[in-house]
């Protein structure tokens, strides 16, 4: 070693010692951390502490991509955010945190979404990505941009209580389209904004993400490459699942995600900034809420309420003598309930995009969002 890159500085052997006295890793490995490049898509509730721990353990170079901002309901598990930086990027925020965590450390923002356009240019700087994504949009192209520039892939999801970690593309092994051929049916699935999570659980599955990292970077012990780790909260239990590369090799992305993976445009949809006109203009419209009664308590708008676990016997609350606005948190729970009361025979229904959550984004900051 004779350069400050492939060696360690005398600060850096003080501040990575645990790791440099362990028999199994030592300075060599300490020195593969250094030197490597990793990045990490999403900084949400995987994100964060993968890249907290990344940070802590010494990757010299962490690339962030998220094109999303700091919300406050983002609190309760993104535990490298403070209130301070809600409304700020989630890279940017991500960044500036991190810094204060290890200056030793050469951080990268991308404050964008990874899409068709970005991915391949994104992803080909780095020698391994990490996706704490919580969409199988971007999930599967992530997965393809990975395998088509050959980088292995840690992958980790959240459901409530639980939890799944593997490695894809590891040595030309099995990928996500080996463990996941096709994905769900567009909105069969709710994310963590519609039905909540436990917030120590992006703590554990972070965890072990992180782990795989340092282990791929470094080579020592056994990593996940075909093989899925399943955790239950609540049952306190791990679980294993095998599995084989049988997936068709991917040569190229995708032209649309969104339709691979069911995701279309709601025809009947009404942005927030639209509704707020037709409120000041005093334009006659029904407003429905179709969440849950608790959730009133956190936050609402003047509207009636049709939760959805009762709309088979409440559904003549709507009216069919003016436009009605259906709206929830997110929008996915809305939909769901257009498409049973279109079965119904109700008409003029319309979606409302992003829910109460983009209202309180767009519109009136001071709405409390969860």
């Given at each position: 070693?004779?350069?400050?890159?492939?060696?360690?500085?005398?600060?850096?052997?003080?501040?990575?010692?645990?790791?440099?006295?362990?028999?199994?890793?030592?300075?060599?490995?300490?020195?593969?951390?250094?030197?490597?490049?990793?990045?990490?898509?999403?900084?949400?509730?995987?994100?964060?502490?993968?890249?907290?721990?990344?940070?802590?353990?010494?990757?010299?170079?962490?690339?962030?991509?998220?094109?999303?901002?700091?919300?406050?309901?983002?609190?309760?598990?993104?535990?490298?955010?403070?209130?301070?930086?809600?409304?700020?990027?989630?890279?940017?925020?991500?960044?500036?945190?991190?810094?204060?965590?290890?200056?030793?450390?050469?951080?990268?923002?991308?404050?964008?979404?990874?899409?068709?356009?970005?991915?391949?240019?994104?992803?080909?700087?780095?020698?391994?990505?990490?996706?704490?994504?919580?969409?199988?949009?971007?999930?599967?192209?992530?997965?393809?941009?990975?395998?088509?520039?050959?980088?292995?892939?840690?992958?980790?999801?959240?459901?409530?209580?639980?939890?799944?970690?593997?490695?894809?593309?590891?040595?030309?092994?099995?990928?996500?389209?080996?463990?996941?051929?096709?994905?769900?049916?567009?909105?069969?699935?709710?994310?963590?904004?519609?039905?909540?999570?436990?917030?120590?659980?992006?703590?554990?599955?972070?965890?072990?993400?992180?782990?795989?990292?340092?282990?791929?970077?470094?080579?020592?012990?056994?990593?996940?490459?075909?093989?899925?780790?399943?955790?239950?909260?609540?049952?306190?239990?791990?679980?294993?699942?095998?599995?084989?590369?049988?997936?068709?090799?991917?040569?190229?992305?995708?032209?649309?995600?969104?339709?691979?993976?069911?995701?279309?445009?709601?025809?009947?949809?009404?942005?927030?900034?639209?509704?707020?006109?037709w409120m000041d203009e005093g334009r006659k419209f029904q407003l429905i809420d179709v969440r849950e009664a608790h959730e009133l308590l956190i936050c609402k708008l003047e509207s009636d309420h049709l939760p959805l676990s009762n709309i088979h016997e409440k559904h003549s609350v709507t009216r069919q003598d003016r436009p009605v606005v259906v709206y929830c948190h997110h929008g996915m729970r809305s939909q769901s309930a257009i498409n049973f009361l279109t079965s119904k025979g109700y008409?003029?229904?319309?979606?409302?995009?992003?829910?109460?959550?983009?209202?309180?984004?767009?519109?009136?900051?001071?709405?409390?969002?969860?």
């Open positions: 070693m004779n350069s400050m890159i492939d060696s360690l500085t005398p600060a850096e052997k003080v501040r990575y010692n645990r790791h440099l006295i362990l028999d199994e890793f030592g300075e060599d490995n300490q020195v593969k951390l250094k030197t490597a490049k990793v990045l990490v898509v999403g900084a949400g509730g995987l994100g964060a502490p993968v890249l907290q721990y990344l940070t802590a353990a010494g990757v010299g170079t962490i690339g962030i991509v998220d094109g999303d901002e700091v919300d406050e309901s983002n609190l309760q598990r993104q535990v490298i955010f403070a209130e301070t930086d809600i409304g700020k990027l989630k890279s940017e925020a991500a960044m500036m945190s991190l810094l204060k965590q290890n200056a030793h450390i050469k951080f990268e923002s991308h404050s964008v979404y990874l899409t068709i356009d970005n991915a391949l240019d994104i992803i080909r700087d780095y020698d391994l990505v990490v996706d704490g994504t919580d969409n199988f949009q971007t999930r599967y192209l992530v997965n393809d941009a990975c395998v088509i520039l050959k980088k292995p892939l840690v992958f980790g999801s959240i459901f409530k209580f639980e939890g799944q970690v593997s490695l894809f593309n590891w040595e030309e092994g099995p990928t996500y389209r080996c463990l996941y051929p096709d994905p769900p049916k567009g909105n069969e699935v709710p994310n963590c904004s519609e039905i909540g999570v436990l917030g120590v659980l992006p703590a554990v599955i972070g965890s072990i993400m992180a782990n795989e990292v340092i282990k791929v970077i470094t080579g020592i012990g056994q990593n996940l490459s075909g093989r899925l780790l399943l955790y239950h909260a609540l049952d306190m239990t791990f679980k294993e699942l095998k599995f084989n590369k049988n997936a068709p090799q991917v040569t190229e992305l995708l032209p649309d995600y969104d339709v691979f993976c069911g995701v279309e445009e709601t025809p009947n949809s009404i942005d927030v900034q639209e509704l707020k006109l008409e003029n229904l319309i979606n409302l995009e992003g829910g109460i959550h983009a209202w309180a984004n767009k519109i009136d900051h001071t709405t409390a969002v969860y």
